[in-house]
């Protein structure tokens, strides 16, 4: 069973950066598509980025793009997110998934996504 274990969260100040890790482990983790999401209270949760499993290709939610970098270490099975010039609206719980699809496809549906870390709060204070 695949296990996805985010960390890296916390208390930022407006306009620093910050980098989120998973850890993955409990199958063949570096043959699939892996993304970040986020929710915050009230909202529906969010595409923030994804790749395809070789790292080579990466969709970002428009409202990331530029200020958000995901990459993998598929040797350490470790997904990444930095994230730079924090906004008080990046405040969310940011969620790692993995998409169990031998595809290259970086959906942007959380529906497509079958496993989920627990989340990391990520809180960004102005």
């Known amino acids: 069973q695949v296990q996805l274990v985010e960390s890296g969260g916390g208390l930022v100040l407006a306009g620093d950066s910050l980098g989120l890790s998973c850890a993955a482990s409990g199958g063949p983790v570096s043959s699939y598509t892996m993304g970040w999401f986020r929710q915050s209270p009230g909202k529906e949760r969010e595409f923030v980025a994804g790749t395809t499993w070789n790292g080579e290709r990466a969709n970002y939610g428009d409202a990331v793009k530029g200020r958000f970098t995901i990459s993998r270490n598929n040797d350490q099975n470790i997904l990444y997110l930095h994230i730079r010039s924090l906004k008080p609206e990046d405040t969310a719980v940011y969620y790692c998934?993995?998409?169990?699809?031998?595809?290259?496809?970086?959906?942007?549906?959380?529906?497509?996504?079958?496993?989920w870390g627990q989340g990391t709060q990520v809180t960004v204070s102005s």
């Open positions: 998934a993995l998409r169990a699809k031998f595809d290259v496809t970086i959906p942007m549906s959380a529906n497509e996504y079958e496993f």
